[in-house]
């Protein structure tokens, strides 16, 4: 081997390995790919909103008008509930007892006016007797006096003992009044969405972070769609929505506007988080849907887009429309 | 005259090696130096670029680099998806946030958010496990260099490796349980810490309680849209900053530029193995031509033109010119080579190749120029005196 060969072959290969590694090690990484096609609006110029899928009635939490242990519970997650019908039964056995106690007073009470009618009577047949009497001088004035007074006095307590027959009777449909409220019912027809109280656990009343039972009414679902208040100005109330299932675009359904609630609110439905951390305003526009469209629960989210004016390819027209004002502007 | 020059040059090997060496060794430091730089300067950009479905990053119109996360509100991701020429716009999360090892030790950690649904801007590359396995409760996915090294268990053996985080294994992040459900492999960033991928939501329990959370909104653009004309949109419509892809990688690239002293230490490094280079392989030239200046005399005499001369000397300089820079170059490769799994940054673009090439010509350049006006200047008569 000579060295006149020898360098100048190494240095060939020294280039082509260097060329080969500036061509080899640039090659781009992979792009990780989307698990799944993210929704895409299919309007030119719209309003992107995250909506949450909630009851016509919206979703009603049940309280309970008072206190106390449950019984038992009348639904399971899921049933049809007319209106009126029992959902759940709170510990009723010290309200029973009272009511036999009521029961008992209104007995005696009613005993009692047998009783004062009974010396009514008495008093009044004896009265009658003197008042009969027509020779004045075989009757004293005093004895005539004393018995025409004990039949006032009898009549008297007979009024007394039959208010009191009236008192025991209020007292008696009071009890029973509060023996119908621990029966708490649905105030609406609707399904049952939630139950989170069962036998033995205490209900209190108030408002509760968590419900006792959620019920609606499911037979028309609304989207409740948050619009930041710094787009809200571009809402249109009469413009296309389209909402788009969330894992899945393929599943979308046109939107038609329930109606807007006027009032802005701060923002704080849409993460499901309860110290959700976001300090803006939103202005909630609610659309209805066909409901068999979707396979879609109460509660869940959907990517919303609403239709909206372009306001940025027409500057001309803006700048006609200024001109249009006058020269003031 | 060709055969002449060659055999002048060759005819002794310690010098003629000595010149090649010298050439060999400007060229290795011209190639090899500049190719750790690009490594380190990509390295700081290398999370823009494994994103790569997402055509433009919108983000606070003061964040200055990749690193520098200034978190938006929430409701600005529905700001820019309600922009027109927006095919989709998705969150993201990216931060740091410490975690917590089985034997109790903590390392920080970048924690990636990807969109809930969607997992867009995930890893670019799954060794074990699927991305779609992120929709598991508590999952993570952590980047296979992070797993063998920084957050691997303690090896049983004192001072042994460490034993790398499998799939199943657990950690702890802000004191919420995290189980790894993938490895991922990713480019190493510039601070090299452990990536952790997981869900947008997660990360934002995994985080420290802030009001605003949200560090990138990725936004695709509806096909044929005009990528600048959609930045400037976004940038008027919402009064953040949007960068396409390219744009933000160049930010990124100019804030290292201009605020770390990498670029000036290796300019150092370079100039001084041009400096270094060009010094032993002109005057190792130099001394060649000298001491054959007897030869150079003698064909002088016998009427050689001094075109002919200059050719000799042209051809020699090119020669060693070329077998040092193909031996530094291939020597710089090998490096790269051997360094491929270490956390040795090398990045070896074919730019660099001519950047090499450029800078070994101006060393041959330098030295023939010097041998040349020697050889010029030389009177025959030098032959016979002495």
């Known amino acids: ?329 | 005259m060709n055969h002449i020059a060659l055999k002048m040059l060759m005819g002794d090997t310690g010098k003629y090696i000595g010149i090649v060496m010298g050439l060999t060794f400007a060229s290795l430091i011209m190639t090899q130096q500049p190719a750790i730089f690009l490594g380190i300067m990509s390295r700081t950009y290398s999370f823009i670029a494994d994103v790569g479905l997402p055509d433009i990053w919108v983000m606070d119109s003061k964040v200055q680099f990749v690193d520098d996360i200034k978190p938006l509100q929430d409701t600005e991701l529905y700001r820019v998806r309600g922009i027109s020429g927006v095919e989709w716009a998705m969150p993201m999360y990216k931060g740091l946030l410490k975690a917590r090892l089985t034997d109790g030790t903590f390392q920080t950690c970048n924690v990636v958010g990807l969109d809930d649904a969607t997992l867009i801007g995930g890893p670019p590359m799954m060794l074990e496990g699927k991305l779609d396995d992120l929709r598991r409760s508590d999952s993570v996915i952590v980047d296979i260099d992070g797993a063998r090294d920084k957050l691997g268990k303690p090896s049983p053996i004192p001072g042994g490796k460490a034993i790398p985080l499998k799939i199943g294994d657990n950690l702890e992040l802000n004191d919420r349980r995290a189980i790894v459900v993938g490895i991922a492999k990713v480019t190493r960033t510039f601070q090299s810490q452990p990536v952790i991928y997981t869900t947008y939501s997660r990360a934002k329990s995994y985080a420290p309680k802030e009001r605003k959370l949200l560090s990138f909104v990725l936004v695709k653009a509806k096909k044929g849209q005009d990528l600048a004309e959609l930045t400037r949109s976004i940038r008027e419509k919402t009064g953040l900053a949007a960068y396409t892809q390219t744009e933000f990688i160049t930010l990124t690239y100019e804030y290292f530029m201009h605020n770390t002293g990498i670029p000036i230490n290796f300019g150092i490094s370079v100039l001084l193995g041009f400096i270094v280079g060009a010094a032993i392989a002109g005057q190792t030239f130099y001394n060649f031509t000298l001491e054959n200046l007897r030869q150079f005399g003698v064909l002088k005499a016998m009427g050689t033109s001094n075109w002919t001369l200059l050719r000799m000397i042209l051809l020699q300089a090119v020669l060693v010119g070329s077998i040092g820079y193909g031996l530094g170059v291939g020597l710089t490769a090998l490096f790269g080579f051997a360094m491929r799994h270490t956390i040795l940054a090398f990045k070896f673009p074919w730019q660099l190749l001519l950047f090499s090439g450029a800078g070994v010509s101006l060393i041959c350049i330098f030295a023939a120029i010097i041998s040349i006006l020697k050889v010029i200047r030389l009177e025959p008569a030098i032959v016979f005196k002495g």
């Open chain 1, 1 to 329: 081997m000579q060295i006149k060969y020898t360098l100048p072959l190494l240095a060939v290969a020294g280039f082509l390995f260097a060329t080969y590694t500036a061509i080899n090690s640039n090659n781009p990484t992979p792009i990780a790919e989307a698990i799944t096609e993210p929704a895409s609006a299919p309007f030119k110029a719209f309003i992107a909103g995250a909506g949450i899928i909630e009851a016509q009635s919206r979703n009603i939490a049940i309280g309970t008008p008072l206190p106390g242990i449950v019984k038992a519970i009348a639904v399971k997650v899921g049933d049809q509930v007319k209106a009126d019908a029992p959902l759940f039964y709170l510990d009723d056995l010290d309200t029973l007892a009272t009511l036999a106690i009521k029961r008992a007073d209104l007995t005696k009470a009613k005993a009692d006016v047998t009783i004062a009618k009974a010396t009514f009577n008495d008093a009044k047949s004896l009265s009658d007797l003197a008042e009969a009497v027509t020779d004045r001088r075989a009757i004293s004035a005093e004895e005539l006096l004393k018995r025409r007074n004990a039949m006032l006095i009898t009549k008297a307590r007979l009024e007394s003992a039959l208010a009191l027959v009236q008192q025991a009777e209020a007292n008696l449909a009071d009890t029973e009044t509060t023996l119908s409220r621990l029966i708490v019912r649905a105030p609406v027809e609707g399904e049952v969405l939630q139950v989170n109280i069962r036998p033995g656990e205490f209900a209190p009343t108030g408002f509760l972070n968590t419900p006792l039972l959620l019920l609606g009414d499911l037979n028309q679902l609304h989207v409740r769609v948050d619009i930041d208040e710094n787009d809200a100005w571009r809402f249109d109330k009469n413009s296309k929505a389209i909402a788009f299932l969330r894992g899945n675009r393929s599943f979308k359904v046109d939107l038609s506007l329930a109606y807007v609630e006027p009032y802005v609110v701060p923002k704080k439905s849409l993460t499901g988080d309860s110290n959700e951390r976001v300090d803006t305003r939103v202005l909630q526009a609610l659309y209805r849907f066909d409901r068999k469209q979707l396979p879609i629960y109460v509660g869940q989210q959907m990517d919303v887009f609403i239709e909206a004016r372009d306001y940025s390819t027409n500057k001309d027209s803006e700048n006609s429309q200024n001109d249009a004002k006058g020269p003031s502007s």
